[in-house]
């Protein structure tokens, strides 16, 4: 049973209101992640490994919740992500919130190393979004086009701010940005993070595993704000809301 700590002490949480985004917002970037205790984001490489049926809940829930799904192609293809087709109790949830019976999945990628004929690109709609940039092959952009719809924002990298826009532009106005910790270095430092949710695992896994954000320097430390604190099982389950960046002095 999920419990809430803070702001005040309740037992048997409604998730779904407690992961509520206020209808009235134009645009929200929700990013979640787990960590351990000792600030591991994998464990043998993954993620899964840290996880409890609490972190899966809220995962889906999160998901569920969103009109994209955005993703860099390390946590893609390390993960084993196919694009999610949700049924059932999900699926009514969807609908229940007025959403597409389905997220998008958009995969950040520069490189394009994915397998067209792979789980990330069903023939079925929504079509898959690659994100990339001017100067990824253009062999394996026109491989991709025919199974995804491919989005060039940017020369060098992907321009996430275009991408943003992109995505804006097609009516996906709520994102659930599932990391990994690059592209969540890449969203934070272009300041387009509005919230982090976050899962402390109870479990210390020794050194060897990134942290949830990693590759690129942030221009000034990212200040955040705790919405609520969340139990079960010794998880801990932060939602924070991401403080705008002081301007840089
Ligand atoms: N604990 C958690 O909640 C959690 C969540 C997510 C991931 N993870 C873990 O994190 C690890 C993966 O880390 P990662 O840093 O490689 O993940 P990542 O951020 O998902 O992937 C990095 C890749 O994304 C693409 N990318 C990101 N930003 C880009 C930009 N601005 N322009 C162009 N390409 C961009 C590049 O793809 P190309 O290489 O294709 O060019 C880059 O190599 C895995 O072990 C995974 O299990 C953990």
Do not use: K, N
Request: glycine share 10%; charged share 25%.
């Amino acid at each position: 049973m999920m419990r809430r700590l803070i702001p005040d002490a309740t037992d048997d949480v409604d998730l779904e209101a407690g992961y509520a985004v206020p209808a009235e917002l134009p645009w929200h970037v929700r990013t979640s992640f787990i960590s351990s205790a000792d600030g591991a984001v994998s464990l043998d490489g993954r993620a899964g490994g840290l996880g409890s049926a609490g972190d899966r809940r809220v995962f889906a829930l999160l998901r569920d919740l969103s009109d994209v799904i955005l993703v860099g192609a390390g946590t893609a293809r390390a993960e084993g992500y196919g694009a999610p087709r949700p049924v059932g109790p999900r699926l009514e949830r969807r609908r229940r919130h007025g959403l597409p019976d389905a997220p998008v999945l958009a995969l950040v990628s520069q490189r394009l190393s994915f397998e067209p004929d792979s789980a990330l690109f069903p023939d079925d709609l929504p079509r898959t979004l690659v994100i990339t940039s001017g100067t990824s092959p253009p062999e394996r952009r026109s491989d991709l086009a025919r199974h995804a719809e491919v989005l060039v924002c940017g020369e060098d990298t992907v321009d996430l701010v275009a991408a943003a826009a992109a995505l804006r532009d097609r009516g996906l106005r709520r994102v659930h940005c599932e990391g990994g910790p690059r592209l969540f270095a890449g969203a934070l430092g272009a300041g387009l993070v509005d919230e982090l949710c976050l899962t402390v695992a109870p479990l210390l896994t020794g050194p060897g595993s990134g942290r949830i954000v990693t590759g690129l320097e942030l221009p000034v430390p990212a200040g955040l704000d705790l919405a609520h604190v969340l139990e079960e099982d010794g998880y801990l389950f932060l939602r924070y809301q991401v403080l705008p960046a002081p301007p840089v002095s």
